[in-house]
């Protein structure tokens, strides 16, 4: 059963800076495309309706990234500890919310922020921006 674990999560000031962590087991990188995705409080929705924020390729060669994140944030993974990274900087209020990191078998060499393509989630962890 593939699994991914988000830690990370806390709560940080505007202007901070915070790193996400999605450890993934029984599976390897190299085959799956990676997407981290969030739901804002109050907006409740399917996982397929998530925000996307931003992904990687199985390759590791290819990232994409929300307009309201670029710039700011960063994936990137370390496929000797089967994780992948968002590192966060710059945080804004508006990115408080819970962020899931999400697993896709089928894109081969591509990703996507949709969460339609993704068949595997994990449980999310808090991001809280306030002073």
């Known amino acids: 059963q593939l699994q991914l674990v988000e830690s990370g999560g806390g709560l940080v000031q505007p202007g901070g800076s915070l790193r996400l962590s999605c450890a993934v087991s029984?599976?390897?990188?190299?085959?799956?495309?990676i997407g981290w995705f969030r739901q804002a409080p109050g907006k409740e929705r399917a996982g397929q309706e998530r925000?996307?924020?931003?992904?990687?390729?199985?390759?590791?060669?290819?990232?994409s990234y929300a307009d309201s994140v670029k710039g700011r944030f960063t994936i990137s993974t370390n496929n000797a500890k089967n994780t992948v990274y968002l590192q966060m900087n710059g945080v804004k209020p508006e990115d408080t919310a819970v962020y899931y990191c999400?697993?896709?078998?089928?894109?081969?060499?591509?990703?996507?922020?949709?969460?339609?393509?993704?068949?595997?989630w994990g449980q999310g962890t808090q991001v809280t921006v306030s002073s």
């Open positions: 999400a697993a896709a078998g089928t894109l081969f060499g591509r990703c996507v922020l949709d969460g339609l393509r993704y068949g595997y």
């Open positions: 029984e599976f390897t990188l190299s085959d799956y495309a």
């Open positions: 925000e996307g924020v931003s992904c990687i390729t199985d390759t590791g060669r290819g990232t």
